[in-house]
T-cell receptor, first 109, second 113 residues
Framework: GIQVEQSPPDLILQEGANSTLRCNFS?????LQWFHQNPWGQLINLFY???GTKQNGRLSATTVATERYSLLYISSSQTTDSGVYFC???????????FGTGTRLQVFP | KAGVTQTPRYLIKTRGQQVTLSCSPI?????VSWYQQTPGQGLQFLFE???????NKGNFPGRFSGRQFSNSRSEMNVSTLELGDSALYLC????????????FGPGTRLTVT
């Protein structure tokens, strides 16, 4: 089945810095989602991005489906950006999401 | 539109007991999936339900079961609890299956003592 890998596993930044998180997937996918897990454990939807580029405020994402990767950009990071970021892709024709192992981001003032 | 809701939010049980967790999807969503998150195993898929039918099941023992009702609400049950069942249980809903954005609830944190 599909495998999803994320890098880097950990990222430590100072407030105001920019960062790029990467998600590689082993097979072609029909969609891909990025989530931010808040301190209470809830997964917050960031992007639903099967292909192309989307932007939402300081965050943007790009998926290059033909090369099987997606990138999440965080610009001018804030302490509230801290947490774990996951990408996930579904097993074909199901809602079974395969998650990467996540990137833990810590932003210090 | 209200988001996905899960009850209870926190639960403490003793080994050997059973537990039932509930998930109410976003209004109009017919697909509900369940995931278990532990520090060691990450996020692992448990079940997927669509229109009251279980469409997929993850690699978990038979102690883990679930169902979906006609109003799309879903429950999962864990019998004969073990210490290793301590985890965050998350459910997600979507309007279809396969190519639809999924939305997660706040989770139920289960502690087994």
């Amino acid at each position: 089945g599909i495998q999803v890998e994320q890098s880097p596993p950990d990222l430590i930044l100072q407030e105001g810095a920019n960062s790029t998180l990467r998600c590689n997937f082993s097979d072609s996918v029909n969609n891909l989602q990025w989530f931010h897990q808040n301190p209470w454990g809830q997964l917050i939807n960031l992007f639903y991005i099967p292909s192309g580029t989307k932007q939402n405020g300081r965050l943007s994402a790009t998926t290059v489906a033909t090369e099987r990767y997606s990138l999440l950009y965080i610009s001018s990071s804030q302490t509230t950006d801290s947490g774990v970021y996951f990408c996930a892709a579904p097993k074909r024709n199901t809602d079974k999401l395969i998650f990467g192992t996540g990137t833990r981001l810590q932003v210090f003032p | 539109k209200a988001g996905v809701t899960q009850t209870p939010r926190y639960l403490i049980k003793t080994r050997g007991q059973q537990v039932t967790l509930s998930c109410s999807p976003i209004s109009g969503h017919r697909s509900v999936s369940w995931y278990q998150q532990t520090p060691g195993q990450g996020l692992q898929f448990l079940f997927e339900y669509f229109s009251e039918t279980q469409r997929n099941k993850g690699n978990f023992p038979g102690r883990f079961s679930g169902r979906q009702f006609s109003n799309s609400r879903s429950e999962m049950n864990v019998s004969t609890l073990e210490l290793g069942d301590s985890a965050l249980y998350l459910c997600a809903s979507s309007s279809g299956t396969g190519n639809y954005e999924q939305y997660f609830g706040p989770g139920t944190r289960l502690t087994v003592t």
